[in-house]
Nanobody
Framework: QVQLQESGPGLVKSSQTLSLTCTVSGGSITASNHYWSWIRQPPGKGLEWMGSISYDGNTNYNPSLRSHTFISRDTPLNQFSLQLSSVTPEDTAVYSC???????WGQGTQVTVSS
């Protein structure tokens, strides 16, 4: 059973960089044709796909977030990470990691950006 777990600070100051890590267990992030995504949901709004990283390290980003989003991976640790730079209070959301077939999700983590 594949499991995902987000980790990172729950509070970030405006203009700083939000950094989150997703640890995957029960499966390898390098397994062929597997893709891994970050998604967020601001309060009172719908889900927003932020970007993904593939089994071979290629990344794909939501065009509206591309300029300040970076997704990377640590294959020995079986983790992939999100960095969102120059955050504002509008980036306050529940951030989740998931397999890109949407079968497996982390529990989500609340990140609040203070002004």
């Amino acid at each position: 059973q594949v499991q995902l777990q987000e980790s990172g600070p729950g509070l970030v100051k405006s203009s700083q960089t939000l950094s989150l890590t997703c640890t995957v267990s029960g499966g390898s992030i390098t397994a062929s044709n597997h893709y891994w995504s970050w998604i967020r949901q601001p309060p009172g709004k719908g889900l927003e796909w932020m970007g993904s990283i593939s089994y071979d390290g290629n990344t794909n980003y939501n065009p509206s977030l591309r300029s300040h989003t970076f997704i990377s991976r640590d294959t020995p640790l079986n983790q992939f990470s999100l960095q969102l730079s120059s955050v504002t209070p509008e980036d306050t959301a529940v951030y989740s990691c998931a397999s890109s077939d949407w079968n497996y999700w982390g529990q989500g983590t609340q990140v609040t950006v203070s002004s």
